[in-house]
């Protein structure tokens, strides 16, 4: 160029037009063009083009996106074989296209798989020489277009590329807008932390051949590191006569190398397989590489671990003629030996048997949280039978539903639960039962593992809760996994807190009993107070306890953790465990204390994965960890297929864990219970979870969310339809869908939105509320209700639930300040709890944002500024301002505090319930 340039300056003729001139005059017809109307027309097909598109194209990174972008980048290099480059170049041209088409398209197909996005902008150069003069001319003329591609409806191959040529061809027509000057026109979004538009590129290069022939000059073109781009993840490709010599730039702040190169390979094989079959849908090509995949397979199982082949109770009943001395269950004052509780479980057995109960038999157990309900649970499974819990809390007309759906043939329950436990099966009640006369020995007969051992149910999507089945071989692969992985010995203290209608608490129930620990049972409505749950663990030297991430908050709120020097390991399951929650945790309870958090649904034995926390994590979401002893857990794609690391896909369970299924559900069961194409056992199933999860570098997975629309609420798993179809049972409804949403209340609550239907008067939220009731446990009737004229939908027709309203608060009562100090006082503590600014007297807690969460917060505010001897529940009784105000400012001598269960009047069986905790003496 020097050489040239020399030439022309000093005026010397030269071989070649004079460049340079001609360089100038391009940019000043440019220039005009730009400023003409051609140039408009351009900018505008740009913007109706990118109209909407994502402005960032997340791919899972190695690391978590800088806030601002580095610049360094680095390469891996790789080759696409000549005859793979001429297949796909030939499937490109019988459909009209280019080499560069095909390659683009298999581009956008690998993203599309790797980010789950349908909706992806990626960037390319063109040469930029569209007129025909500018061919002699030397200078850098490159454009970069923004190609959006399209990629919904999962296309095959053939498909998309008929899609790329389109999008292609019309790119190339409006080529003309510099692309900085297309980017400020746009007034694109911009980001220190990723390149505007788009974040991908892919070039092509055609044989370039020898460099051009210039006299007196030798020239030839060098490989050089594309130094272009950087901050793009970027494709380079170079057609040679070996095929196509390809580079993977990328940002070195984003991606290992490792990482790329794997996805180098994954490139390659998705492109074999669309050439050998371009009428694939995109789903369906394959990425991993054969080793791959069985690696991914391999390490989806937990490890192997020989578990005793005797069912539960089996387990306890040995443990028992080991130490029959030893405490097996504390309640209040109430203390049973292990002989003692095994003596009563066996009575009970016997008469269960004497009443029909054997293997495979459903019966019902409605019972406070007690030293009974210990022992009728392990009398119905002593018997042969399978408990199904009825919380003597829900509704009676959920009661009835689950007792008939289960089809118990029998109800074990107490006279005080009549109310309850009372309806169309027959009734054992244990406190009236005289069971003396029964033997107190073990039972005998077949003691067979793959028995059914409990059925528990979960909220039905299809409008019904539904029965999981699961059989004591799964329960004590659970049970045995838990005591070796840490080390629970007969030192432990198990606090039983969950309801029992919740697997978590069969672990609670079964793990110290067959361990020789000790299980102190809180008592009922105690798992709601974490101030009791606090003070029962200090008094009995808990170790081991169990909490949902929204409980474990409320929890260490509390004042006197460090006191609780007993306590060894805290498990979190039920929902995502926040990373900001699980540092808390580890920073308040003392340095002695680890937190565990487990992974698991109702289908498949309670937990199936569990991961360590630790202060030091990595800054991403705590992970679920890995698969318990003998079950795998395996992240797939829709086809089954694993999907790679980082990529986001569905978690599937398999192993000896996976339940049996739904109670008279077959074909709810073939939905969710699939085929399990990992295992030689035959008939063995896969559990699919719904829930979207991915893998992390180091083999632990990470959750990411539902792929429907099932919600967790501090823990409790809810089918939104559910409550919808209960909704809609009321006559004077046409629509309702009922979200979560949090809408600043600090908290998230169920909103119902519904539609009267035509020509009636909507119902009042009192009556929907008392609707919802009669058949919804209380944490399944909505925080909030909306009525609207219709619900709005989508183009597409369905409920569009991103436009339904915030809900106004509680519109269908008038405010009432409050008057006496006692009500400003509790006002104050409610506006503080709920975070809000204006509370009525008539206000209920419960319609406002309250839940029973937030009540234990209040609870302890209220009992801190009055004198009243007071109880947990008191609150769940009295939920007004004013209510709340009369009852702390009663004379206690005339109105005694009472709690639900001393008001029920049970204890016929001479038992004391749990006095610990929050009693406290007058002032
Ligand atoms: P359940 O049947 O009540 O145990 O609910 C199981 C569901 O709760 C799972 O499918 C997950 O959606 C969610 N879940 C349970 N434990 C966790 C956890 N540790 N992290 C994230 N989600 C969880
Ligand atoms: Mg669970």
Redesign the pocket.
């Not at 979190?572 to 465990?577: D, H, K, N, P, W």
């Not at 958090?597 to 289908?603: A, F, H, V």
């Given at each position: 160029l020097a050489a040239l340039y020399g030439a022309f300056t000093r005026g010397e003729p030269s071989p070649l037009p004079p460049l340079a001139i001609q360089y100038a005059d391009y940019a000043a017809w440019q220039r005009a063009r730009l400023a003409g109307e051609e140039h408009a027309r351009q900018v505008e097909y740009w913007r109706a083009r990118l109209a909407g598109a994502p402005v960032l194209l997340d791919l899972p990174t190695d690391r978590p996106r800088p806030a601002m972008q580095g610049t360094g980048a680095a390469s891996h290099r790789f080759r696409i074989p000549r005859p793979l480059h001429e297949r796909l170049s030939a499937l490109a041209r019988a459909q009209g296209g280019t080499p560069f088409m095909a390659v683009a398209a298999a581009w956008a197909a690998l993203l599309h798989r790797w980010s789950g996005e349908d909706d992806l902008v990626v960037g390319t150069p063109v040469a930029g020489r569209t007129h025909p003069q500018t061919e002699p001319l030397i200078g850098f003329f490159v454009q970069t277009l923004a190609l959006r591609m399209d990629l919904s409806g999962d296309p095959s191959f053939h498909a998309l590329l008929g899609r790329v040529r389109r999008t292609t061809v019309e790119a190339y027509a409006h080529q003309e807008v510099p692309f900085d000057q297309l980017v400020d026109e746009l007034k694109v979004e911009r980001s220190l932390s990723h390149p505007p538009v788009f974040q991908a590129m892919i070039t092509l290069q055609n044989a370039s051949g020898a460099g051009p022939e210039l006299p007196g000059l030798r020239a030839e073109t060098v490989g050089a590191e594309v130094g272009a781009g950087e901050g793009y993840l970027a494709l380079y490709m170079e057609e040679d006569e070996r095929g196509l010599d390809a580079v993977l730039r990328y940002p070195t702040d984003l991606w290992d190398a490792a990482t790329m190169e794997r996805v180098a390979g994954h490139l390659l094989t998705l492109l074999g397989a669309a050439a050998a079959d371009p009428d694939t849908r995109l789903s369906r090509l394959p990425l991993l590489s054969d080793d791959e995949r069985a690696r991914l397979v391999a390490e989806a199982a937990g490890p192997p671990l020989e578990v005793p082949a005797l069912p539960a109770h089996r387990l306890f009943e040995a443990q028992a003629a080991r130490t029959p001395d030893a405490v097996a269950v504390v309640s209040g004052e109430t203390v049973l030996s292990y002989a003692e509780l095994n003596a009563r479980a066996n009575r009970l057995a016997r008469r269960l048997r004497a009443l029909g109960v054997g293997p495979e038999r459903r019966v019902g157990v409605c019972l406070h949280r007690s030293p009974e309900l210990v022992a009728a649970l392990l009398a119905v499974v002593k018997a042969g039978g399978a408990y199904v819990p009825l919380d003597p809390a829900d509704p009676p007309g959920r009661l009835a539903y689950l007792r008939q759906d289960a089809g118990v043939s029998l109800v074990v329950s107490s006279s005080d639960l009549a109310h309850a436990a009372g309806g169309d099966a027959p009734v054992l009640w244990v406190d009236r039962e005289p069971l003396d006369g029964e033997s107190p020995e073990d039972l005998d007969g077949e003691a067979d593992l793959d028995g059914l051992m409990y059925v528990i149910y979960?909220s039905g999507s299809t409008g019904r809760p539904k029965g999981?089945m699961n059989a004591h071989r799964g329960v004590v692969n659970r049970l045995h996994w838990m005591r070796r992985e840490y080390g629970i010995g007969a030192d432990d203290v198990f606090l039983q807190k969950t309801p029992f209608s919740?697997?978590?608490s069969v672990q609670e129930f079964f793990l110290p009993l067959v361990v020789g620990a000790r299980l102190v049972v809180a008592r009922p409505e105690g798992h709601r107070d974490p101030g009791y749950l606090r003070e029962v663990m200090q008094a009995q030297a808990v170790t081991w306890v169990h909490f949902v991430?929204s409980m474990l908050a409320a929890f260490l709120e509390q004042p006197g953790l460090d006191r609780l020097t007993a306590l060894r390991r805290v498990f979190?399951?039920?929902?995502?465990?926040p990373r900001e929650l699980a540092e808390r945790c580890l920073a308040r309870l003392p340095a002695t204390v680890g937190l565990h958090?487990?992974?698991?649904?109702?289908?498949a034995a309670?937990?199936v994965?569990f991961?360590p926390c630790r202060s030091d994590d990595p800054a991403r979401p705590?992970p679920?960890g890995r698969a318990v002893a003998n079950t795998r857990l395996h992240v797939l794609d829709d086809a089954l297929q694993p999907v790679p690391p980082a990529v986001t896909g569905e978690?599937y369970i398999g192993g000896v864990q996976v339940g049996r299924g739904y109670l008279r559900r077959p074909g709810l069961t073939a939905e969710r219970f699939v085929p399990d194409p990992f295992s030689a056992t035959r008939g063995a199933r896969l559990y699919r979870?719904?829930?979207r999860a991915r893998l992390r570098p180091d083999g632990a997975i990470e959750?990411a969310g539902?792929v429907d629309h099932?919600v967790?609420l501090r823990?409790?798993?809810i089918e939104p339809g559910e409550i919808e179809t209960a909704l809609l049972a009321h006559p004077a409804l046409r629509e309702a869908v009922v979200v979560v949403r949090a809408d600043g209340l600090g908290d998230a609550r169920l909103v119902a939105y519904v539609a009267a239907a035509e020509g009636v008067a909507a119902p009042s939220v009192g009556e929907l509320r008392a609707h919802l009731g009669a058949t919804l446990p209380d944490y399944m009737v909505p925080g909030a209700f909306v009525t609207l004229d219709r619900l709005p939908l989508t183009a597409s027709g369905k409920v569009d639930r991103r436009a339904l309203p915030a809900p106004e608060r509680a519109p269908e009562r008038d405010y009432v300040p409050p008057t006496t100090p006692a009500q400003k006082t509790i006002a104050g503590f409610w506006a503080e709890v709920l975070g809000v600014e204006r509370v009525g007297v008539e206000d209920n807690f419960f319609e406002i944002g309250g839940h029973s969460l937030l009540v234990a917060r209040l609870f302890v505010r209220i009992r801190e500024a009055f004198p009243r001897e007071m109880v947990l529940v008191d609150l769940f009784r009295h939920t007004t301002v004013a209510a709340q105000a009369a009852f702390v400012t009663e004379r206690p001598d005339e109105a005694p505090a009472v709690t639900v269960s001393q008001q029920r009047g049970t204890d016929r069986a001479g038992l004391r319930r749990a006095s610990v905790g929050t009693h406290r003496g007058r002032r």
């Open positions: 979960t999981a919740f697997d978590v991430p979190s399951s039920g929902e995502a465990l958090n487990l992974y698991g649904p109702t289908e309670i937990d994965s991961w705590v679920i978690l979870t719904g829930d959750c539902r099932q967790k823990g409790l798993r």
